[in-house]
């Protein structure tokens, strides 16, 4: 069992830049992948990228170039800074573990999710 929370949405303008945060506990965290994923009104969810529990990395078409992951093991933490947003960024941002430590696209392999944070990127 895992409980995941994500933090740091909001508001912002286009061009700018956010931190979300996904703080996990319960099990050893420094074995499961984390996963970003959004989900757009009227879209399906998508990942926009992922840190496995070697600390190996992917990122979508999407966010690469903008966005980076990170994660913090003794602080049982991922962040996810994004820059330049944009208006298409808008979406409610989910973190989710993968308990068999490595990145998937597909949502259907995660395990555990978190509620979600909603980030606004207003044009």
């Known amino acids: 069992q895992i409980e995941l929370v994500e933090s740091g949405g909001g508001l912002v303008q286009a061009g700018g830049s956010l931190r979300l945060s996904c703080a996990a506990a319960g099990r050893i965290f420094s074995s499961v992948a984390i996963g970003w994923f959004r989900q757009a009104p009227g879209k399906e969810r998508e990942i926009v990228c992922g840190?496995?529990?070697?600390?190996?990395?992917y990122y979508s078409e999407s966010a690469k170039g903008r966005f980076a992951i990170s994660r913090d093991n003794a602080e049982q933490t991922v962040y996810l800074q994004m820059n330049s947003l944009k208006p298409e960024d808008t979406a409610v941002y989910y973190c989710a573990a993968e308990t068999d430590g490595a990145i998937y696209d597909t949502a259907q392999r995660y395990d555990y999710w978190g509620k979600g944070t909603r980030v606004t990127v207003s044009s």
């Open positions: 840190i496995n529990r070697r600390g190996g990395l």
